[in-house]
C-alpha cells in the first residue's frame, strides 16, 4: 500500500510541477494547435480549424487523482497512459494495486489449525491452505497480464535489481524480456511446487501428467517471449549452472579449451542429463547401473570433442589428487605450471610402480630395491620443481612417497612359503 500510494505522490507532484513550469510560457507565447504528440498531462490550448481565436479555450484545472483511478483495472491502466503516465510507472501502480487487492483476499479466510491437532491433520490444513494461495496467485498473475497485455512480478524486479547473479545469468537478455522470463518460470515453478507438495512428494501418473502439462506450458511461452537463439542460449546456460556444479562440480585448472568447445560441452551433457527438466518434473535419478552408463558414453563423445590433448588435461583437473597439488601451489604463491610438473611426477612414480608390483619375475628384494630408488628419484624431481617449498610438500603433501616402497611389503611377505 505504501509504495502505491508513494507512486502515485510522486505522479501527482510530477504533473503539478510541469504544469507550473510551462503555464507562464504557454501565456506569453503565441497560441498554437495542439499536436496528437502533446503531453497530455499539461495544460492544453485547443484551437479549432477556421474559427476566430476567441474560440480557443484553455484548460488549467488541478489534476483530480478520482477521475484517474478506477475499481476497473482496464479503465484505470486508460486513464493512466491518457496523462502520459511512463509506463513503468503505470505498470508499478497497478501490480501494486493488484497485490494489496490478492493479499486482503488470503486473509480473508485463513486456515488456521488448532495447535492440539495431530501431525496429519496439520499436514492437510496446509495443503488445503497452500492450494487456496496457489489459486489466488494464478488469478493474480492472469489478470495483471490481462490487464497490462505482458507477464508481469513486481518481486521479479526486486530479484532483478538485488540478485547480481540472476542478472548475470540472464545478462545477454534485454532487461523487459529477462523481467517478464523471471515472473513466468516462478509463476510455472510454484504451480509444480504445490503439486508436488499436495503429493507429499510422492507422485503417480496423474501428478506426473500436469507436471508434464506444466512443463510444456512453460517451454511453449518461453518460445512465444524468446527468439530461437536466445532460447537455446538460456537453455545452454541453465544447463551449465546445474551440470557444472554437480556433485564437487567440474573443474577447469589447466584446460585449455576455448568458449565455443565448452559449449558444445555443455550441449553434450544435455543429451544424458537434462537437470532443469528432470527437476522439474520430479523424475527420480537413474540407477547406478544406468548413470554409469551414461558416465562413460558420455566421456567418450567428451574425448572425441576435446582431442586426447584438452581431454587428458580435462582429466587431469577432474582429478582429486590434482585438486590437492594445487590447492597447495597456490597457498604458496607458485605459479601453477608447478601443480602440473608434481602431478606430472607423481602420476609416473605410481604408474611404475604399478608396473613393478605386477612384474613377478622379479624377486621382492629386487622389487623393494626398485620402490625405493624410483622413491628417491621422486623426491628429487619435486625439489628440483619446488625448490625451498619442496619440504613443507613433502611433510604435508608427500604421503603418496611413502606408500611407493610400502605397496608392496605386504606381498612379498606372503610369497614367503
Known amino acids: 500500500m505504501k509504495l502505491r500510494w508513494f507512486l502515485i505522490l510522486s505522479l501527482l507532484l510530477n504533473l503539478t510541477l510541469s504544469a507550473l513550469w510551462i503555464l507562464p510560457r504557454r501565456?506569453?507565447?503565441?497560441?498554437?494547435?495542439?499536436?496528437?504528440?502533446?503531453?497530455?498531462?499539461?495544460?492544453?490550448?485547443?484551437?479549432?480549424?477556421?474559427?476566430?481565436p476567441?474560440?480557443?479555450v484553455t484548460s488549467n484545472a488541478p489534476m483530480d487523482w478520482t477521475v484517474i483511478e478506477s475499481e476497473d483495472y482496464h479503465r484505470y491502466v486508460a486513464n493512466l497512459r491518457a496523462v502520459g503516465c511512463p509506463e513503468h510507472t503505470v505498470r508499478d501502480i497497478i501490480v501494486a494495486d493488484i497485490d494489496n487487492l490478492y493479499l486482503s483476499k488470503k486473509r480473508a479466510s485463513p486456515l488456521a489449525t488448532p495447535i492440539w491437532q495431530n501431525r496429519d491433520r496439520r499436514r492437510i490444513d496446509s495443503v488445503a491452505r497452500k492450494a487456496k494461495e496457489s489459486v489466488l496467485e494464478t488469478e493474480k498473475r492472469a489478470l495483471v497480464r490481462e490487464v497490462l497485455g505482458y507477464e508481469w512480478e513486481n518481486r521479479a524486479d526486486e530479484l532483478w535489481e538485488g540478485d547480481f547473479g540472476l542478472a548475470k545469468f540472464l545478462g545477454f537478455l534485454p532487461d523487459a524480456k529477462s523481467l517478464q522470463l523471471i515472473a513466468m518460470v516462478e509463476r510455472y515453478t510454484d504451480q509444480a511446487k504445490n503439486i508436488k507438495e499436495t503429493a507429499n512428494n510422492i507422485l503417480i501418473a496423474e501428478d506426473r501428467v500436469q507436471l508434464r502439462r506444466l512443463y510444456d506450458g512453460l517451454a511453449n511461452e518461453v518460445s512465444q517471449l524468446l527468439t530461437p537463439a536466445e532460447r537455446e542460449e538460456l537453455e545452454l546456460r541453465t544447463q551449465a549452472m546445474n551440470f557444472l556444479s554437480e556433485g564437487d562440480g567440474i573443474r577447469w585448472e589447466g584446460v585449455a579449451?576455448?568458449?565455443?568447445?565448452?559449449?558444445?560441452?555443455?550441449?553434450?551433457?544435455?543429451?544424458?542429463?537434462?537437470?532443469?527438466?528432470?527437476?522439474?518434473?520430479?523424475?527420480?535419478?537413474?540407477?547406478?547401473?544406468?548413470?554409469?552408463?551414461?558416465?562413460?558414453?558420455?566421456?567418450?563423445?567428451?574425448?572425441?570433442?576435446?582431442?586426447?590433448?584438452?581431454?587428458?588435461?580435462?582429466?587431469?583437473?577432474?582429478?582429486?589428487?590434482f585438486r590437492e597439488t594445487s590447492a597447495f601451489i597456490e597457498e604458496q604463491g607458485l605459479p601453477f605450471s608447478s601443480a602440473i610438473s608434481i602431478y606430472a611426477i607423481r602420476h609416473a612414480a605410481e604408474e611404475q610402480a604399478g608396473k613393478l608390483k605386477a612384474d613377478e619375475s622379479i624377486s621382492a628384494e629386487e622389487r623393494t630395491a626398485a620402490l625405493t630408488a624410483l622413491k628417491s628419484s621422486s623426491v628429487g624431481k619435486?625439489?628440483?620443481?619446488?625448490?625451498?617449498?619442496?619440504?613443507?610438500?613433502?611433510?604435508?603433501?608427500?604421503?603418496?612417497?611413502?606408500k611407493l616402497a610400502a605397496s608392496l611389503e605386504p606381498r612379498s611377505q606372503n610369497q614367503e612359503p
Do not use: C
Open 27 to 52: 501565456e506569453a507565447s503565441t497560441p498554437k494547435a495542439a499536436t496528437a504528440t502533446g503531453d497530455l498531462s499539461m495544460p492544453v490550448t485547443i484551437v479549432v480549424t477556421n474559427a476566430p
Open 54 to 56: 476567441a474560440s480557443a
Open 257 to 321: 579449451v576455448n568458449a565455443a568447445l565448452l559449449k558444445e560441452f555443455v550441449r553434450l551433457s544435455k543429451r544424458y542429463w537434462n537437470i532443469w527438466e528432470d527437476n522439474f518434473l520430479g523424475i527420480r535419478p537413474p540407477s547406478a547401473t544406468e548413470q554409469t552408463r551414461r558416465r562413460a558414453e558420455f566421456e567418450s563423445q567428451v574425448q572425441k570433442l576435446f582431442g586426447p590433448v584438452h581431454y587428458a588435461e580435462y582429466r587431469r583437473a577432474q582429478d582429486p589428487e
Open 382 to 402: 619435486i625439489s628440483g620443481a619446488l625448490g625451498q617449498t619442496s619440504q613443507e610438500y613433502l611433510d604435508y603433501r608427500g604421503q603418496w612417497l611413502e
